[in-house]
RNA sequence: GGCCCCAUCGUCUAUCGGUUAGGACGGCACCCUUUCAAGGUGCAGAGACGGGUUCGAUUCCCGUUGGGGCUACCA
């Protein structure tokens, strides 16, 4: 037995859309093994594609990746940049009669296709090309004829064992002679893919199922190339509610998306982590990137594609939230709440202490980052505003609340101290003294605090506002009470 | 159509031949409680079907059915 070299992994997107979170998932998978093994892992743009390719999307892709936490080890390689080292295999291949030009144009092409499909039959590449005698091939090519190049696929099978799948046989003759160079001497996927791997030294390629057809083309590269060939992965997709695959109709399927929606990083990546993987046995599901890192096997990979619940997401999101150091959460509300308008960087970092204890508090009863923000108003403003349906409800009678209010006030301006125990007691005492339960003292005071019918709890929500605020507020409701009489 | 992959509660999953088939999300009920969350407890809910192999199959094999992917001079 020799010791195992650590893997050099690779995350290849297009940069034809967004980062979306099918390729975040598969980039995670590369990314946790990478990080688990002690090996490399690797990032490239495959944007042969020019008419497809934007340099929008791959902004996206980087900060998507960045966003999640899954940083790349080497420079970033974009595929378009090495068309001479493809041009370069292809003529290798070509040398040694891996592969052959075809002149077939794609118009005949689709045209046969097509007659094929009428038939009802299976459309395969007739090698009509390859038959061609030599010296009418260099004719052809001395009069500038425009042609592809062709792999001549030959007879037998290819397999490979899958990490996750085991051993996959696909029979040659199902696989038809593949184009590898277009016509204007650009490399098709499949050709830019190897050519590539190879020159970055990829030994463990790992990446949705839906390759699981170019893999067989592939490995022939591999042999016609010489080159070695690297374990293959492949991994389930990421379908919608409606079992298909995963696509814009779905709604949101960008990273991006979730970012916006106010999901944190950590819980959109355990969360894409337990989608197709499992550590198996009995586990908390709520973990952080290094603890998925500390769990991550191979041996877990699932086969079986599985269904996005954006319900798990915004629970797991929840727990995060809930679980997250109040230093790592802070970075990620405060923009949202100077982006409300509701205070200042400065007013934030002046308050630090007073603003920890209030996201403490906001933050339990919150699924998403914004969340946190809605229920923060009553905390900045100056001036509430009073939801209609909580006035309606628990002011439903001005002339007994706006007594039982005026009271309040003037116990809770008698305290001597203003803290929750002694607030409690004391308004207990008033609540008794005025022959009711303390929710008749409670609630309203929560709508003259707030505005709203639900918060924190009151006494934590008088100390959020200070002593001063909480009075002239109480003060306020009674004046508008005394309107609504 | 051809080729390939897949199949446990609605969803994510545990189980590596012997379990009352466990957990999580969601749902429902209850508890806690000044509201809402959070938390706690409980309830409903699954091995697609048919053959084998075996003393014994969710688990191994074959078939059927169902779902998915690929089938370009896209990636």
Redesign the pocket.
């Known amino acids: 037995m020799t010791a195992p070299t650590p893997p050099r992994l690779r995350f290849a997107p297009?940069p034809?859309g967004y980062l979306h979170v099918g390729g975040a998932r598969t980039a995670l998978f590369n990314w946790l093994l990478a990080r688990k093994t002690g090996g490399t892992f690797l990032l490239r743009i495959?944007d042969?594609?020019k008419a497809?390719s934007t340099d929008d999307s791959t902004r996206a892709i980087f900060e998507g990746l960045t966003w999640l936490g899954l940083d790349w080890d080497e420079e970033v390689v974009f595929?378009g940049a090495n068309l001479e080292r493809h041009r370069a295999d292809a003529a290798r291949m070509l040398a040694s009669g891996a592969v052959y030009r075809c002149f077939?144009?794609?118009e005949e092409?689709?045209k046969r296709?097509e007659e094929a499909e009428a038939r009802?039959?299976?459309?395969k590449?007739d090698r009509r090309c390859d038959l061609l005698p030599p010296a009418e091939v260099q004719r052809r090519v001395s009069a500038g004829e425009?042609?592809?190049l062709r792999f001549r696929v030959p007879a037998g099978e290819t397999a490979w064992d899958d990490l996750v799948?085991?051993v996959?046989?696909?029979?040659n003759k199902?696989i038809?002679d593949f184009?590898i160079l277009?016509?204007?001497a650009?490399?098709?996927?499949?050709h830019?893919v190897v050519s590539d791997d190879i020159a970055m030294g990829v030994t463990l390629v790992m990446r949705g199922?839906?390759?699981?057809?170019?893999t067989p083309k592939q490995i022939l590269l591999y042999q016609a190339l010489g080159a070695t060939l690297p374990r293959f992965g492949h991994l389930?997709?990421i379908?919608g509610?409606d079992?298909?695959?995963l696509s814009k109709r779905h709604g949101a399927t960008a990273v991006g998306d979730y970012q916006h929606l106010g999901i944190l990083p950590q819980a959109m990546v355990n969360f894409l982590a337990?989608?197709?993987?499992?550590p198996?046995?009995?586990f908390d599901?709520v973990m952080s990137l290094e603890q998925l890192i500390e769990a991550f096997s191979t041996d877990?990979l699932?086969?079986?594609?599985?269904?996005f619940?954006p319900?798990?997401l915004?629970?797991m999101n929840?727990?995060h939230l809930?679980r997250l150091p109040l230093e790592a959460l802070e970075p990620r509300v405060t923009p949202l709440l100077i982006a409300a308008g509701l205070a200042t960087a400065d007013d934030l970092a002046a308050r630090r202490d007073w603003y920890f204890t209030l996201l403490d508090l906001l933050r339990?009863?919150?699924r998403l980052v914004d969340d946190i923000v809605r229920q923060a108003g009553p905390y900045f403003r100056d001036t509430i505003e009073y939801d209609a349906d909580a006035v309606a409800k628990q002011w439903k009678e001005p002339a007994v609340v706006r007594p039982l209010l005026a009271a309040t006030r003037e116990t809770l301006a008698a305290l001597p101290d203003w803290a929750p125990a002694t607030m409690?007691e004391a308004l207990r005492a008033l609540a008794e003294a005025q022959g009711v339960?303390?929710?008749k003292i409670?609630?309203p005071l929560?709508v003259a605090l707030t505005g709203l019918?639900?918060?924190?709890?009151?006494?934590d929500v008088m100390v959020a506002l200070g002593r001063a605020r909480t009075l002239q507020r109480i003060a306020d409701a009674e004046a508008l009470l005394g309107t609504m009489g």
Not at 302 to 307: E, G, H, T
Not at 453 to 459: A, D, E, K, R
């Open positions: 297009s034809t495959e042969t594609d497809r595929q077939c144009t794609s092409l689709t296709r009802k039959e299976a459309f590449y425009p042609h592809v799948h085991g996959i046989t696909f029979p199902d038809e184009v277009r016509s204007d650009t490399p098709i996927y499949n830019a199922d839906d390759h699981i057809s170019n389930p997709m379908h509610t079992g298909k695959k337990l989608l197709g993987w499992s198996g046995g009995d599901e877990g699932l086969r079986k594609a599985s269904v619940d319900k798990k915004e629970w929840g727990q809930s339990v009863r919150s409690e339960g303390g929710g409670f609630q929560r019918g639900v918060s924190p709890g009151i006494f």
